[in-house]
């Protein structure tokens, strides 16, 4: 037995990804679950419009951060900071009364502001004070119902493993086949091998992405109402990132061992990280900064908003320009380390 | 020469891996690039193929539409089948039709594999997977033909069955350029280029290379190893005299291209 630990360390101090991957995790962990995974609320951006706004703004305290005062604004300017993702509150004045608006896509804002509407309404009776009539709507999710939130986040997840994790593997197979060596002899242009490989899991990802929708749809009636072009144009965009991520995954891994860890290693952030579970704005600054970069993070506002919001394009141009952005950068990486694998090569054949 | 290497050196970091290597490939006919683990081989098939970039040197090959390629390892896809597997080949060398399947059939049936068409090339012994990845070489009928150690790991009927193949396309008039570790192939090929970690010890034709060897060559039995420059052959021992006299006792016969590969390896290492 003590051989076989012997041998095991030996092979595990050359395995430095292994090494890496096993101090890495659970630091990147400790931090995820240290400042990032927070569910309480703290600040909650909210626009104040109509006649009393200025009056009602100035009596509003935390965990409300007045973002907007719209003295001129009605019911549809509040609806649409919210669409928009401007603001998670709308308090919208007027002579009879007021009534809030909270966007049901943030689930755990929702249910910060809920609970402190409430605890508010409990003092002013307490202290005997007349108030205007308060009427509260939750707006695109108005049960927050979890499953409503989750699932466009997920058709986001299937979309990263489909296309990170198996595509790293399928283009790495034939790196470990000795099969590349072929492919670069062969008639193919490197754009050639790069497109053939990646279209199987391209269209597997939209196939499994349609099937996540219409489970979601159908079982749990979580409602589609958006544009269908601007979620399929988001879910290009990230699919351009996550199949970008895939290939530079595959070639910088020598075998199908080192491509999972990588891949997991980039799946991880984006699941704790992205604003899929735990909501962005809940983090420490230290660590939101990560979210920012991560591609998941985007595609989630892009699903949310058109699924549950119907939120126009021209509200979704920043994280659509970004996924874009993040996919030209990816995919123009992984294309060209894809081409110098088969280009000729002045390194020792492996 | 018509394609080939001219005086190319190759360098992986500070290792030099080929030194001013010629090796010349003339229109038709079989040239074999011999020489031990590490010598070079494949770097010097690989150069030729376009995988590696010379440092310095032409290398001169045809375009990769004309040029069939099996690596030293793999060659065809375990997950697909034998038929797949040329299918696939064709397709990415634009060949279609019944020609293309008369071919490929025709192919597999001089390797003996026509049976084994529908299994797996991972469900293959190393010698069928070889003598499949040699068919899926030749399928679009290349004009160079570049074999790294096509019949190593293969029983020595389909080693037959392979040099006849090759043999065949060589006499077709397509360019064979093969590597391989084993001396009596090199012999019947021809024209030879022995390497030693990196570099051209000997080139030329089996004959020519056996003419230039010098001294004399006996034979003998027994446990102890005779002279420095002696080296096991069977079960007895072959000796070479550089300077034409054999000691006492030893056998004195003529040499065949393997003792001229010996010697010339002798000779390259007292450099």
């Given at each position: 037995m003590w051989a076989m630990v012997a041998k095991e360390f030996r092979q595990l101090r050359r395995d430095h990804r292994t090494l890496a991957m096993m101090i890495a995790l659970p630091i990147l962990l400790l931090v995820v679950f240290g400042y990032a995974a927070n569910f309480d609320v703290h600040n909650i951006p909210t626009v104040v419009v109509g006649p009393g706004a200025r009056a009602s703004a100035s009596l509003l305290r935390a965990p409300f951060h007045v973002v907007e005062v719209d003295r001129a604004g009605n019911q549809s300017t509040a609806e649409a900071c919210l669409r928009d993702g401007k603001a998670v509150v709308g308090l919208v004045t007027g002579d009879h009364g007021i009534t809030v608006f909270i966007d049901g896509t943030q689930l755990f804002s929702?249910?910060?502001?809920?609970?402190?509407?409430?605890?508010?309404?409990?003092?002013?009776?307490?202290?005997?004070?007349?108030?205007?009539?308060?009427?509260?709507?939750?707006?695109?999710?108005?049960?927050?119902?979890?499953?409503?939130?989750?699932?466009?986040?997920?058709?986001?997840?299937?979309?990263?493993?489909?296309?990170?994790?198996?595509?790293?593997?399928?283009?790495?197979?034939?790196?470990?086949?000795?099969?590349?060596?072929?492919?670069?002899?062969?008639?193919?242009?490197?754009?050639?091998?790069?497109?053939?490989?990646?279209?199987?899991?391209?269209?597997?990802?939209?196939?499994?992405?349609?099937?996540?929708?219409?489970?979601?749809?159908?079982?749990?009636?979580?409602?589609?109402?958006?544009?269908?072009?601007?979620?399929?144009?988001?879910?290009?965009?990230?699919?351009?990132?996550?199949l970008g991520l895939g290939v530079l995954i595959s070639t910088v891994s020598q075998n199908q061992g080192q491509a999972i860890q990588l891949a997991i290693m980039s799946l991880l952030p984006q699941v704790l990280l992205s604003g899929f579970i735990f909501p962005v704005s809940s983090m420490a600054a230290g660590v939101r900064w990560i979210s920012y970069v991560l591609p998941l993070t985007y595609f989630v506002e892009i699903s949310r908003g058109v699924m549950l919001k119907a939120t126009p394009i021209s509200s979704l141009w920043g994280p659509i320009g970004l996924l874009a952005l993040l996919g030209a950068a990816v995919f123009g990486l992984a294309i060209a380390r894809f081409r110098r694998d088969l280009a000729p090569s002045t390194r020792v054949p492996q | 020469m018509r394609w080939g290497l001219e005086g190319v050196s190759v360098h992986f970091g500070r290792k030099v891996a080929l030194d001013e290597v010629t090796v010349p490939v003339d229109a038709s006919g079989i040239t074999v690039v011999i020489g031990g683990d590490g010598a070079g081989k494949s770097t010097v098939l690989r150069t030729l193929v376009g995988l590696v970039r010379p440092d310095s040197g032409v290398v001169s090959r045809p375009p990769k539409r004309a040029t069939g390629y099996l690596p030293?390892?793999?060659?065809?896809?375990?997950?697909?089948?034998?038929?797949?597997?040329?299918?696939?080949?064709?397709?990415?060398?634009?060949?279609?039709?019944?020609?293309?399947?008369?071919?490929?059939?025709?192919?597999?049936?001089?390797?003996?594999?026509?049976?084994?068409?529908?299994?797996?090339?991972?469900?293959?012994?190393?010698?069928?997977?070889?003598?499949?990845?040699?068919?899926?070489?030749?399928?679009?009928?290349?004009?160079?033909?570049?074999?790294?150690?096509?019949?190593?790991?293969?029983?020595?009927?389909?080693?037959?069955?392979?040099?006849?193949?090759?043999?065949?396309?060589?006499?077709?008039?397509?360019?064979?350029?093969?590597?391989?570790?084993?001396?009596?192939?090199?012999?019947?090929?021809?024209?030879?280029?022995?390497?030693?970690?990196?570099?051209?010890?000997?080139?030329?034709?089996?004959?020519?290379?056996?003419?230039?060897?010098?001294?004399?060559?006996?034979?003998?039995?027994?446990?102890?190893?005779?002279?420095?420059?002696?080296?096991?052959?069977?079960?007895?021992?072959?000796?070479?005299?550089?300077?034409?006299?054999?000691?006492?006792?030893?056998?004195?016969l003529q040499p065949d291209f393997e003792d001229a590969v010996v010697v010339a390896e002798l000779v390259g290492e007292a450099r």
């Amino acid at each position: 037995m003590w051989a076989m630990v012997a041998k095991e360390f030996r092979q595990l101090r050359r395995d430095h990804r292994t090494l890496a991957m096993m101090i890495a995790l659970p630091i990147l962990l400790l931090v995820v679950f240290g400042y990032a995974a927070n569910f309480d609320v703290h600040n909650i951006p909210t626009v104040v419009v109509g006649p009393g706004a200025r009056a009602s703004a100035s009596l509003l305290r935390a965990p409300f951060h007045v973002v907007e005062v719209d003295r001129a604004g009605n019911q549809s300017t509040a609806e649409a900071c919210l669409r928009d993702g401007k603001a998670v509150v709308g308090l919208v004045t007027g002579d009879h009364g007021i009534t809030v608006f909270i966007d049901g896509t943030q689930l755990f804002s929702a249910q910060t502001a809920e609970s402190a509407l409430a605890k508010a309404r409990v003092s002013e009776e307490a202290a005997g004070l007349a108030s205007l009539p308060v009427r509260v709507r939750v707006l695109f999710n108005p049960r927050l119902t979890t499953s409503w939130i989750m699932v466009p986040g997920l058709a986001g997840l299937i979309l990263v493993f489909v296309g990170t994790l198996i595509t790293s593997l399928g283009v790495v197979r034939e790196r470990q086949a000795g099969t590349l060596e072929q492919l670069a002899v062969m008639p193919f242009r490197a754009w050639d091998v790069i497109a053939g490989k990646i279209a199987p899991y391209l269209i597997v990802a939209l196939i499994d992405l349609i099937v996540i929708l219409l489970i979601g749809m159908g079982i749990f009636h979580v409602p589609f109402r958006g544009n269908i072009a601007v979620f399929a144009l988001g879910a290009a965009l990230f699919l351009l990132v996550t199949l970008g991520l895939g290939v530079l995954i595959s070639t910088v891994s020598q075998n199908q061992g080192q491509a999972i860890q990588l891949a997991i290693m980039s799946l991880l952030p984006q699941v704790l990280l992205s604003g899929f579970i735990f909501p962005v704005s809940s983090m420490a600054a230290g660590v939101r900064w990560i979210s920012y970069v991560l591609p998941l993070t985007y595609f989630v506002e892009i699903s949310r908003g058109v699924m549950l919001k119907a939120t126009p394009i021209s509200s979704l141009w920043g994280p659509i320009g970004l996924l874009a952005l993040l996919g030209a950068a990816v995919f123009g990486l992984a294309i060209a380390r894809f081409r110098r694998d088969l280009a000729p090569s002045t390194r020792v054949p492996q | 020469m018509r394609w080939g290497l001219e005086g190319v050196s190759v360098h992986f970091g500070r290792k030099v891996a080929l030194d001013e290597v010629t090796v010349p490939v003339d229109a038709s006919g079989i040239t074999v690039v011999i020489g031990g683990d590490g010598a070079g081989k494949s770097t010097v098939l690989r150069t030729l193929v376009g995988l590696v970039r010379p440092d310095s040197g032409v290398v001169s090959r045809p375009p990769k539409r004309a040029t069939g390629y099996l690596p030293a390892t793999a060659g065809l896809y375990a997950d697909l089948t034998v038929d797949e597997n040329c299918k696939f080949s064709a397709s990415a060398y634009g060949l279609r039709g019944a020609d293309c399947e008369r071919r490929k059939n025709e192919l597999l049936e001089q390797v003996g594999l026509n049976a084994a068409s529908d299994r797996l090339g991972g469900q293959l012994s190393g010698g069928m997977q070889r003598k499949a990845a040699v068919v899926i070489a030749l399928l679009h009928s290349p004009e160079l033909l570049v074999l790294d150690e096509p019949t190593t790991g293969v029983d020595p009927v389909s080693r037959s069955e392979l040099w006849r193949l090759i043999s065949g396309v060589a006499a077709q008039g397509t360019s064979v350029v093969l590597a391989t570790t084993y001396v009596n192939e090199a012999a019947r090929a021809n024209s030879a280029v022995l390497l030693e970690a990196g570099k051209v010890l000997a080139a030329g034709s089996p004959e020519a290379i056996l003419r230039s060897v010098t001294g004399a060559f006996g034979s003998a039995v027994g446990g102890s190893r005779p002279t420095p420059q002696s080296w096991r052959r069977g079960a007895g021992w072959r000796i070479w005299a550089p300077s034409g006299v054999l000691p006492e006792g030893v056998t004195p016969l003529q040499p065949d291209f393997e003792d001229a590969v010996v010697v010339a390896e002798l000779v390259g290492e007292a450099r």
